[in-house]
C-alpha cells in the first residue's frame, strides 16, 4: 500500500482545515487507518484511527471534540477534518495503514499544517 498525503496549510488559529490520503492498492479496504503528526522537536504522536470498515474510531485526547477522521473505501482515501485548530495542531501530518490502529505498517509522506495564533 502506498499512501500521499495532502491539503495541508497554512490558517488561523479557530479555523479548520481537511487533509487526505489517497492509497494504491487493491487490499486498502482491509486495513486500518490511522493519522499521526510530528512537531519540531517532538516525537511523532497518534492523533486518530479508523477500523476497516469505519465502525470504529478512536481519537487523541488532544484533539478529541475537535477533529473527525472517516473514510471512503471505494476512493481509497482517508479524511481528517480538523476543526478550531490551536497553534498546538502545528505538525507534519502522516497517514498510515495496517492491520489494526495500533499496528500501522505502511506510512505515507506527511503534508504540513500550520496553525498561526
Known amino acids: 500500500v502506498q499512501l500521499q498525503a495532502s491539503g495541508g496549510g497554512l490558517v488561523q488559529a479557530g479555523d479548520s482545515l481537511s487533509v487526505s490520503c489517497a492509497a494504491s492498492g487493491r487490499t486498502f479496504s482491509s486495513y486500518a487507518l490511522g493519522w499521526f503528526r510530528q512537531a519540531p522537536g517532538k516525537e511523532r504522536e497518534f492523533v486518530a484511527g479508523?477500523?476497516?470498515?469505519?465502525?470504529?474510531?478512536n481519537y487523541a485526547d488532544s484533539v478529541k471534540g475537535r477533529f473527525t477522521i472517516s473514510r471512503d473505501n471505494a476512493k481509497n482515501t482517508v479524511y481528517l477534518q480538523m476543526d478550531s485548530l490551536k497553534p498546538e495542531d502545528t505538525a507534519v501530518y502522516y497517514c498510515?495503514?495496517?492491520?489494526?490502529?495500533?499496528?500501522?505498517?505502511?506510512w505515507g509522506k506527511g503534508t504540513q499544517v500550520t496553525v498561526s495564533s
Open positions: 479508523i477500523s476497516w470498515n469505519g465502525g470504529f474510531t
Open positions: 498510515a495503514a495496517g492491520i489494526t490502529i495500533g499496528t500501522m505498517h505502511y
